[in-house]
Each structure stands twice: as structure tokens, then as C-alpha cells.
């Protein structure tokens, strides 16, 4: 690479190393796992004297920890927490290109471009301090986000606390303290069989879910317009799969829909449930069986801008104000285990996933830049 920048250098290196999630790439692939992500990572912190800790997750999948001590007492601690793991992408898309002021390569933007300013900045302060007085900085490298999160889940049951977790996403430079939750529904209505000449001799499932889809494409919707939240706007729904019956002979003895519910604030599975029971029953409808379709919860993420620790985070960057995004990330399970997270990192939430994936090299710099002053403002 032509550029002299560290954190251009390290972010080079890190989309260097494929680190798909193992969970959507192929298996036995050298293509996939974080673990030579935690490696270089671990290898540079080793060099600074910092403490390294790994933290088993999934098989042969490990959250990495670099901790560094304060000067004195530990009373407080801070997280500056991205996630290893990228989407699927060709080989090629692994080799880092330059050009007109883009980093191209897959994880640029989501998320090594807000490790390598995270790294980059926990680095020189690990390095030319000065180091806070009582706040330790804890440098966490997460697996799984794109998947199951099961690497945020683990810090939140097994710790440690932290005052506040900066998780690595493209923000843009913007503080979030705010995102959705969601939860996914499987709503099924059962009838009887019987052949389908004789129609009038069976209970048809499909018939009895036909209502229900109205009610939910039409009178829910209006519902959930009406509830916002100041950063969020409205909840929503969306009917994302639909299925039933057999075969044109035989009367249709179940029907199921899918729905992928995004919740603000407030909001979860069981409110959920009871709000459509309720109104299922004031319609007079057949009340469905419900189901949940995910293993884990993925509630709302909403942290007070006012800690003191988002505070700084905002002045580093020069802003007033918090924001909220539709994405789901590694801030609300985080938070979930008690520690309050916020989002922020440089590039465009648009990149992330894309087949050109790119991170903007002026924002990469201002995030370290901005990590850097936070740090520095550490008590
Ligand atoms: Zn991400």
C-alpha cells in the first residue's frame, strides 16, 4: 500500500484477512472464522505489554479482550467493541484496492474500518499515553455479529461490566444511541382435511387465516403508526412468508405466516402477542397459535445520550446530538447485559454487505482521530 497513514496501513492488513462468518460461508473454507483477525490483533498488543484474554464463544470461535490498566485504581471502564466477522464475498474481494479516496474490499466499511480506527487510536494511547488516571480501556474484537451475535451475547452473560461499549458500525461519525429490535412471529391457523370434492366435509386453514392477514395488512399498520419514538419513528411489520395446505384435492388442514416485526422502545415478543390477541379477539377472528422463530432476543437498543461517557464521545465528535438507525447490532445485546452501548464508526451503513463494499479514507481518518480525543478525555 502507497500510503504511509497507520490506520490506512492496519485497515489494509485486516481486510487482508478473510474473516467470514462461518455461520454464512462455506464450510472448511480458509476463507472463513475471525481467528486471524484476533490473531494480528493480538500479535500487535502483545508488542505494547497489553493484557490479552480470550473468551471461548463458539467452537474454534473466540472473542478476543485487550485490557489496559489505568495509572491508578480501577472506576471506570470503557469498551471499544467491533466485531471480527464479515459477510460472504469472492476471494478477490479480499485483496485491498485504493482509489479516488476509497478503501475497497469486503468488511472495509462494516466493520474493520471502525476496528482498525478503534485499534489504531487504543494503540498510540497504549503506547505515548498518557493513560487515564482510573479508567480502564478495554479492547474487545467480537465474533458472530452477522450472524447470531453470539460474541456480544457472551461479553454481556460473562462480562466484564463496562461503563459504556462504543460498538463498531458505519454511523457515518454519527453518536447512536437508539436502534430497533426485532422479533420474528410464526402465527399458524389449523382446520381438517378432507377431499376436495367434498369441501363442505373439512375446516379450511387458509380461509381461517385470511382475515388475519387483512387485520394485520390493514388495521395494524395503523395501530403502530401511531406509537413513535423521537428517534426511531414507528414501529413496523412485514408479512415475509406465507404458506399452507398440501394440494388442490385435499382441504388445507394448516396455514402459516411469517412476520418480521421491528420494535421500538418499550416493546417485545409478549406486548406483542397480547396486542394481536386483543385484536384478533375484538375482530372476532380465529386466534392463531403463535410461535417465535428466533433462539435468542433481539430487543431495542435505547441508551441515555446523557451518560457522561456518550457526552464525551459526543464532544470528541463535534456533535450535539444522538441518533437512531433501523440496522440491529452488537450495542443492544450488549446493553442487554447491563453495560449502556452506543454505535458510532466511519463509513455509510450502504456499503456494508454491498458487492463494492468501501469505506471513505477521510472518514476512517476522523474516526481515529475522534477515538483518539475520547480516549485521551478518559478520567
Ligand atoms: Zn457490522
Redesign the pocket.
Known sequence: MPSKSPVIRLLSDLVSIPSINPSLGPSNSNLTGEEGVATLLADQAGKLGIEIQRQAVLPGRKNILLRLKPKGKIKSRIMLAP?MDVVPAEENAFKPKIKNGKLYGRGAC??KGSMAAFFQAFCDLAKNGPLPLSTEVIFVGLVD??FGQAGSRKLAKSGPQADLAIAG?PTELKVVTAHKGNSWLQLQTTGVAAHGATPENGKNAIEAMTPILKTLFHDYPKILGKRTHPLLGSPTLNIGKISGGNQPNIVADQCTIDLDRRTIPGENEDSIKKELMALFRQQKLPIPHFSSTRSVPCLPLDTDPNLPFVQTLLRASKKRKTHGVSYF?DASPIAMGGTPAVVFGPGNIAQ?HARDEFIDILQLEKAYKIIGVFLKNMP
Open positions: 466485531h462494516d466493520t455479529e452477522e458500525e447490532t456494508a
